[in-house]
Structures are given as C-alpha cells and as structure tokens.
C-alpha cells in the first residue's frame, strides 16, 4: 500500500536519490539542487507530490504552472515499486491540483531515449506533437546530470 501526500523541502535528499535510480532522468546541478527545487516548491506548494510506503519516498512528481500552461517535471518511481499504480496516483494527483488552479492544459517533456517514461505518458493520454520544436538556453553554466 502506499500513500500520496504533498511533497516538502524536507524530502529533498531522499527524492533526488530516487530521481539519480532511475533511468531516463535529466537533471542538473541548479535547478534540481536543494535551493532550486525550494524555489520550485515555494512557487508550487500545492501541485507536487511524493508517494510514500513505509514512510519511504517511493515515488515523486513536481508539478507547476504559470497561470495559463501546466507543467510536469521529473515524475519517477523506484524501480522496486513499480506497476503498483503510483505513477498514475501521482499523475491525478498533480492534474487534479493543477485543475483546481483553474489549469486547462498540461505539457511536459521526456527524452526521446526514455522508451519506458514515454510508454507510460502515452498511456495517460499525453499525446506527443510533431508540429513543435523544442527549444532552450541556458542563462547560466548547467552542469547535465543524466541518469
């Protein structure tokens, strides 16, 4: 059994030693240290989640949005914990609270390489679109970090 709660700054370490076990993750050393995911967090107190077992992070989705777009960021789950349905509670969890903020549509993004995390987005209705162009920069030196 597990359980769904918001996820706090306390939760930090142990939900980036699950984002560095599994495979498919981008992070870097800003945005997903300690102070910028406090950031994150302080900006979306009510949209990000962890999945609990045995007091255990087992699972984790941030989620945010800039009052028009919903995002979904850096969803994972143990290895050992998979095909339980914690990624799915996870998923209704942040479009649910991501709707009560008057969220309309969400978009995310995975790596072409993450056959298993688009296998999954695929089966939650996420549709890819072939008629955008991502694009990024970097105002800053990142440092990638590619589990």
């Known amino acids: ?5 918001k996820m706090t700054i306390d939760d930090y ?8 076990s599994c495979k498919g993750m981008g992070l870097n050393d800003i945005d997903d240290s300690k102070a910028g995911i406090y950031k994150y967090l302080s900006r979306n107190p009510d949209t990000c989640f962890v999945a609990t077992c045995d007091r255990i992070i087992v ?11 919903g995002f979904i960021h850096h969803t994972a789950v143990n290895p050992n ?19 009560e903020q ?17 296998d999954f987005w695929e089966k939650q209705g996420f549709t ?3 008629d955008l162009v991502y694009r990024n920069k970097a105002l800053v030196e990142l440092q ?3 589990t």
């Open 102 to 118: 008057g969220i309309n549509k969400v978009a995310l993004v995975v790596f072409e390489r993450n056959q298993t995390g688009n």
């Open 13 to 20: 370490e142990e939900v980036y030693s699950l984002w560095m």
């Open 59 to 69: 699972g984790v989705i941030l989620s945010g949005h800039d009052g028009r777009r």
């Open 1 to 5: 059994m597990f359980t769904i709660r």
């Open 128 to 130: 890819s679109r072939d």
């Open 144 to 146: 990638r970090i590619d």
């Open 81 to 99: 914990y998979r095909k339980m349905g914690i990624a799915t509670s996870l998923v209704d969890s942040a479009l649910n609270a991501l709707k």
